[in-house]
């Protein structure tokens, strides 16, 4: 192994392991907000995926269509359109966020928003072709039963906000074109390792990169778990009964 890289993976290992201040403040930033766009889009995008499971209407298919398109969404697109919206000539220019935090959060909640909503919409969908009708037997509403199931199937909500969660936390294009990447302002893990290594900072770039490999496989251990925890619950009781309707 070259000296020079060895020495640089010893320096980062030791800037994780005795938690570098720097290092800590661009983690903590990144999974506030993260973290914080995904409750958002969560918010919004269970909702919605759940509405539009149940929902018929002219052009159904058509939005079906379109919001999984939006899977595939470039995050620099959508960078490059909430810079236009929080810019000093757009619409909201006058909150006068962009550069911050605050716009890192929006243009992350857009980008995940689709995710969250395309696969809430599949898991009720599904759930709705085995349960609805016992559920409009009871008489619940189309909508009602949306929000039933998705309370039944609250296990693999959990595994939907986790994708999101690592769709968000990996990013970096939207967040690097409305935050700036501002040292001690708007750096994030993503961001500040382009910039450490195009600047020839190894040492950090690595550490931010273990840490990001970190979380991104506690996510993805998580996710097994929780969908191991599903299946053992489903195995143990196939015939679940369903949330009484209102």
Not at 165 to 182: C, K, L, P, T
Not at 201 to 230: H, K, M, S, T
Request: hydrophobic residues 60%; glycine residues 10%; neutral net charge.
């Amino acid at each position: 192994m070259n000296e020079g890289f060895g020495a640089a993976l010893s320096t980062a290992w030791s800037l994780v392991i005795g938690f570098d201040a720097r290092l800590a403040q661009i983690v903590g930033l990144s999974l506030g907000i993260s973290s914080l766009s995904c409750v958002l889009a969560a918010g919004v995008g269970m909702t919605a995926g759940a509405w539009l499971a149940v929902a018929r209407f002219p052009g159904h298919r058509t939005l079906v269509a379109v919001l999984n398109t939006l899977l595939a969404l470039p995050s620099v697109v959508v960078g490059l359109a909430v810079y236009l919206l929080l810019s000093r000539a757009g619409p909201l220019g006058s909150l006068g966020i962009l550069f911050t935090p605050a716009a890192m959060v929006i243009a992350q909640t857009v980008l995940v928003l689709p995710v969250v909503a395309a696969l809430t919409r599949q898991l009720v969908a599904d759930a709705w072709h085995g349960n609805g009708e016992q559920l409009r037997s009871m008489g619940a509403a189309p909508f009602t039963a949306a929000l039933l199931l998705l309370v039944h199937e609250r296990l693999a909500l959990v595994t939907i906000a986790l994708t999101a969660f690592g769709r968000a936390i990996s990013e970096v294009g939207a967040v690097m074109i409305v935050g700036g990447n501002i040292d001690g302002v708007t750096r994030v893990m993503t961001t500040a390792i382009a910039l450490e290594t195009s600047k020839g900072d190894l040492p950090l770039a690595l550490g931010l990169g273990f840490v990001l490999l970190a979380v991104v496989g506690a996510i993805n251990a998580l996710i097994a778990l929780v969908q191991r925890r599903q299946g053992t619950h489903e195995a143990a009781a196939p015939a679940a009964a369903l949330p009484a309707a209102a």
